[in-house]
């Protein structure tokens, strides 16, 4: 840890730069949790990498080396001048410094597919804590052309992200991942590991993403309403919540639903399978 704790403390003194806060910016120093997340993304010289907040770029370098090429987006103008002057000699390295919310990922790789031979998009980040969701949500409804995509994020939020739905840690967002990727716990990375050090443990975390779904529902959107309904009052049974958030017409309705799909009507949110959530809408629909 200690080479790359000089290297970033070196880094901010020379520039002059401290980590900003509103950003959420805290600096990775451990070189044992940086390998395993450039082993764990598993990049070839084939994949073009798209780093989100690369910060100082202490991934960046082992990006760049690893792969084809690698865009980074960058919203603090701070760390895109030490960025372009710590890799102006890399030719496979290119820089855009904005909101990932508001760039179209879409074109982007389709652009670089069109003007590169390159085999596989891979995402890699170190993400900010308070704007995790966003950005995971975005990647994943947004379907884009990525085979993996490998962050470091909170602890709590990255249990929630790879449970099993229907088990331990089960939220919202859980059956939305579940979806679109096969999760993958990859490493715990404790506070220690960074500068500033955060006030949370962090986790690494990989999420495969499917070739294809292989779950029956009519409309996934209407499937992912229900179960954003079911969770908005997780408190409650599933009945009630469903009926509170006038999925169900009526009490009378839900009860009929729930036993024609074969669910308890005392269930409760988290105990539902993905298929469980699929077999409701596709009732509600026919």
């Known amino acids: ?33 940086v390998e395993q997340i450039i082993e764990s993304s598993e990049i070839t010289k084939e994949d073009l990498v798209i780093e989100i907040g690369p ?39 290119e820089i855009i410094n904005g909101d990932v919310l508001k760039i179209d990922l879409q074109a982007l790789i389709k652009n670089e597919r069109k003007t590169n031979n390159i085999k596989s998009v891979k995402l890699v980040a170190n ?11 975005k990647l994943l409804e947004e379907q884009l052309d990525l085979k993996s995509i490998t962050v470091m994020i909170q602890k709590e939020v990255a249990d929630r992200l790879i449970a099993i739905p229907g088990q331990k840690n089960t939220g919202a967002i859980t059956y939305t991942v579940y979806y679109y990727a096969i999760p993958e716990k990859i490493a715990i990375v404790e506070k220690e590991s960074f500068i500033p050090k955060p006030d949370v443990t962090s986790e690494v975390i990989k999420l495969n993403i499917r070739e294809s779904s292989k779950l029956e529902v009519k409309n996934k959107e209407v499937m992912f309403r229900i179960i954003k309904c079911a969770f908005m009052q997780k408190r409650k049974t599933l009945l009630n919540a469903l009926t ?19 669910l308890d ?18 009732k509600i629909l026919s």
């Open 1 to 33: 840890m200690n080479n790359l704790k000089q290297e970033t403390e070196f880094i901010l003194k020379k520039y002059n730069v401290k980590a900003n806060k509103s950003l959420g910016q805290n600096f990775l120093i451990d070189s044992k949790v």
């Open 244 to 262: 509170n958030t006038k999925v169900f017409n009526s009490k009378e309705e839900g009860i009929s639903i729930l036993e024609q799909v074969g």
């Open 127 to 137: 993400l900010p804590y308070y704007i995790t969701t966003p950005i995971i949500m």
């Open 55 to 93: 910060g100082l770029g202490t991934l960046t370098k082992e990006l760049l080396e690893k792969s084809k090429k690698v865009i980074c987006i960058e919203l603090d103008k701070n760390m895109i001048n030490i960025l372009e002057d710590r890799f102006s000699l890399y030719n496979n390295f």
């Open 265 to 282: 009507i005392n269930i409760r949110a988290e105990k539902l399978t993905i298929e469980d959530f699929a077999k409701i809408t596709n």
